[in-house]
Nanobody, 121 residues
């Protein structure tokens, strides 16, 4: 059994910063892709940022230049540094992982429980 646990959400004023963290637990040998998606009320879940085990990154156009994703492969963790936050960044942010390899099997997509980020104007 593998799990993803997020932390670091909260309330911040426009222009402020937050850092989200995601930790994968279980007998994990490696994780192919980690990242973050978000879902605002009444909208579909959308990609925010992804990072591969090799360090290749992919960002949504709306966050390029403001958000930075990083990961620690040895600790199976990922972080999302969010700067210059805007009210439109308000959403529930979900940690995402794909290709979680354990000694017994490789899991596909897994999601965390979500953490709320609220940006006030």
């Amino acid at each position: 059994q593998v799990q993803l646990v997020e932390s670091g959400g909260g309330l911040v004023q426009a222009g402020g910063s937050l850092t989200l963290s995601c930790a994968a637990s279980g007998s994990i040998l490696s994780i192919n892709v980690m990242g973050w998606y978000r879902q605002a009320p009444g909208k579909q879940r959308e990609l925010v940022a992804l990072i591969t085990s090799a360090g290749n990154t992919n960002y949504a156009d709306s966050v390029k230049g403001r958000f930075t994703i990083s990961r620690d492969n040895a600790k199976n963790t990922a972080q999302l540094q969010m700067n210059g936050l805007k009210p439109e960044d308000t959403a529930v942010y979900y940690c995402h992982a794909d290709g979680l390899k354990t000694p017994w099997t490789t899991y596909g997509v897994r999601w965390g429980q979500g953490t709320q980020v609220t940006v006030s104007s």
